[in-house]
């Protein structure tokens, strides 16, 4: 499921970020305290710091030891394209933001959607992932060609998803599931009609385990862009960044990480 639930503003998160303004030993500082922008701190540590849950698979996740996925591969190479280190503090989903506030790390990789709440209180580079809502059906399905084509359909959604909406919306009756193996489980036995969901995820099945018996049925015009996120002042390293995204969707990069996992490109 994308990272689109609305910010949490709470008091802890305004209080961690109080205390990054104040310049505590903790925060990190701020540029006007160093002396150095946000890009020139990163220069001279040598290393950006990324925010990254490692638990949310296939975009950052632990295989093993190793901290893997198609978020962690992509700021890896940002950081490469800049000539510094790239170093991954995991944490908890709920908690960070609160951490880029605080200044534990410099920046966030861990597909982050932009909306207007969030460009409101943060800065964001180019986007790095391009993705829509998808109905998906048994491959025989001939009846849903579009989202209208819900209406009096049934299907299967998380509760907690942003589709579960989608689908209400569009007039189907919802299954609950916990999640998309369940949705797909009952989708091949023939108790629902079809599952609203994004469309990587079922690109990221298909490229793990192909399976010829289910379709994209339709593709929901508005498209969720993702990308790296920032602190406001660091307006300096936003521009870095996204000078090595262009190297990299330029030279070939981008495409090849996306198609790894996923079987396509999926960052334009």
């Excluded at 205390?19 to 160093?34: K, L, R």
């Excluded at 950052?60 to 992509?74: A, C, H, K, M, R």
């Excluded at 932009?114 to 943060?122: D, G």
């Excluded at 800065?123 to 025989?140: A, M, N, R």
């Amino acid at each position: 499921m994308k990272r689109i639930a609305p910010l949490l503003a709470t008091a802890a998160a305004l209080a961690l970020t109080l205390s990054a303004c104040g310049g505590s030993p903790d925060s990190g500082g701020t540029p006007d305290e160093a002396g150095a922008s946000a890009l020139q701190k990163v220069k001279d540590a040598g290393v950006l710091t990324v925010g990254t849950e490692g638990t949310y698979r296939p975009f950052s996740y632990n295989e093993g030891s190793e901290l893997t996925g198609y978020d962690v591969e992509v700021i890896k190479a940002v950081g490469e394209k800049m000539g510094v280190e790239v170093k991954f503090q995991q944490t908890q989903w709920d908690a960070i933001f609160a951490g880029l506030d605080a200044g534990r790390f410099d920046v966030i990789a861990n597909q982050v959607a932009i909306n207007p709440e969030r460009e409101a209180k943060y800065l964001f580079s180019e986007p790095y992932t391009v993705s829509t809502g998808v109905i998906v059906t048994k491959s025989d399905n001939t009846d849903i060609t579009s989202f209208e084509s819900l209406k009096g359909k049934k299907t299967a959604q998380s509760l907690t998803s942003n589709y579960y909406e989608t689908a209400k919306a569009a007039g189907a009756t919802v299954e609950p599931v916990e999640g998309w193996a369940q949705a797909v489980t009952l989708l091949k036995q023939g108790r629902v009609d079809a599952t609203v969901n994004d469309k990587l995820t079922f690109l990221d099945a298909q490229k793990t385990h192909p399976d010829d018996s289910i379709k994209i049925a339709a593709e929901a015009e508005d498209k969720t862009d993702s990308a790296v996120a920032l602190r406001k002042d660091a307006t300096d390293l936003q521009e870095a960044i996204n000078t090595a995204l262009d190297s990299l969707r330029a030279d070939g990069e981008l495409a090849k990480i996306s198609e790894k996992y996923f079987g396509e490109d999926v960052s334009k």
